[in-house]
């Protein structure tokens, strides 16, 4: 499998091409059929990828020990400027429920939602439901505007820094066997909160709990901390200095916090003079949308020493024109703190190191030859599916690759199909 086939195609190759004769055992489809068995299918898909887990851990390929998780912004299937504002939403589900309002009020309305009113494949109570869909959509996210087409997608940076209609995807990779483990399609911009999700999802699927995770910086918070604690797992996650230090882009003020020692257990800043700053105030930080998210409270510590700081022969050149004296502000529950102390360790950082290689390549894999750019899915859930079957796609092959040595020459693909069935199917 290179790409995510249209029924058409499939309908086709089964007619045509061998492989496909083979796993159809000569049998051919009609599009009409493949479209009904994809919808039909759709909700076993993370059962699959879960067996397909189990098929490597019964041939020993790997244990699940050790994961990595993180995310790529995927463009939804929306244009960037068919969205539908709030205002609009109003006004539009009151002409669709009340035919009181008439044209004179459509051409109220921003073209998008215009072009909305006029669409003539989907019926007005089609509409008035995918408006109110929506209309909830911007309730939950506090939203004025929304996708017109997705609402359940959002706009999010992608790495040309270009903000785009996305979702953003989670997966979480198996160190040794870079199977994907997991698939998770987040309405969120960052990957601040997303590792519980992924992981839970990764738990579920795998055979075995693993044990270890890796993750980059944008996952170092609270929530992920604590689900960490929670499940027993041991948590490899880079702070955001800590992961501009490994990419050589530590900041050049040597007053900031990049360039001071935090001595964590002794809960002391040692400055660039040499003074050393004390925790003199600890804060807890609450945050009522965050609390509603479910999220845990920060905590925030201020290292100042007045005294130090006084008679410095370095005061102009580290503190501002206001400034009496210097104060580094620091957030974490004991949680976060730990771990910075942890990814100081060498064998921290060279556990680490497992995840770039571990997250990149099985992505650009799917980026470069499956083609996963190109959705033409709506809906989060569907993304999620179709990620899903990517995912078994590539694990299966992934699988097989490993493998094949020890399976016929002539037979191979037959072995391995005839073992994966006969094992697997329930
Ligand atoms: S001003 Fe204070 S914090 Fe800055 S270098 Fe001097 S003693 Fe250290």
């Known amino acids: 499998m290179i ?5 058409e195609d499939i309908s086709e190759f089964t007619k045509t091409d061998s492989v496909f004769k083979l796993i159809m055992e000569g049998v051919s489809v009609s599009r009409t059929s493949v479209r009904r068995y994809r919808e039909y299918f759709r909700k076993y898909y993370q059962e699959i990828l879960a ?7 019964d041939y020993d390929l790997t244990c699940f020990d050790r ?3 993180d995310g790529t912004i995927l463009k939804a299937c929306n244009a960037p400027f068919n969205y539908i504002t709030k205002k609009d939403l109003r006004r539009l589900l009151r002409i669709l429920k009340n035919k009181r309002y008439g044209v004179s009020e459509v051409v109220l309305l921003k073209k998008p939602a215009q072009n909305f009113y006029y669409n003539k494949n989907m019926t007005v109570e089609q509409k008035i439901m995918f408006l109110e869909e929506a209309k909830i959509q911007m309730k939950i996210y506090g939203k004025k505007k929304i996708p017109l087409y997705d609402p ?3 706009w999010m940076m992608n790495k040309k820094k270009k903000k785009q209609i996305s979702y953003n995807i989670q ?3 198996d160190t040794t066997s870079q199977l994907f483990l997991s698939v998770y399609a987040s309405q969120n911009a960052t990957d601040h909160y997303e590792l519980p999700p992924t992981l839970q999802k990764a738990i579920e699927n795998s055979p075995q709990k693993p044990r270890e995770v890796l993750a980059d910086a944008g996952y170092n918070t609270e929530i992920t901390f604590s689900f960490l604690k929670e499940e027993n797992m041991e948590g490899y996650i880079y702070n955001a200095t800590q992961s501009r230090i490994d990419k050589g882009k530590r900041r050049t003020n040597p007053f900031s916090l990049d360039n001071v020692e935090i001595h964590y257990t002794e809960n002391y800043i040692e400055c660039f003079m040499g003074y050393p700053l004390f925790n003199e105030y600890t804060y807890r930080v609450h945050d009522e949308k965050k609390t509603a998210k479910g999220l845990p409270d920060e905590t925030k510590r201020i290292y100042v020493n007045t005294e130090a700081c006084k008679d410095c022969p370095l005061r102009k050149e580290c503190l501002s024109e206001k400034q009496h ?3 580094y502000t620091i957030y974490g529950s004991p949680e976060k703190r730990e771990m910075i102390t942890k990814m100081k360790e060498k064998t921290a950082k060279e556990i680490y190191k497992q995840r770039a290689p571990t997250v990149e390549s099985p992505f650009g894999t799917l980026k470069q030859f499956y083609h996963i750019d190109t959705i033409f899915y709506r809906g989060r859930e569907k993304i999620e599916n179709m990620m899903n079957l990517y995912a078994i796609a590539y694990n299966l092959k992934k ?6 040595t020890t399976l016929t020459e002539d037979k191979r693909y037959i072995t391995f199909i005839q073992k994966t069935r006969n094992k697997y199917t329930t």
């Open 3 to 7: 790409k995510l086939f249209s029924p």
């Open 51 to 57: 067996k397909t887990l189990m098929f490597a851990y």
């Open 67 to 69: 994961v990595a998780i």
């Open 152 to 154: 359940e997608a959002r």
């Open 171 to 173: 997966t979480c990779v």
């Open 325 to 327: 004296h210097k104060t």
């Open 399 to 404: 699988i097989y690759e490993k493998l094949k």
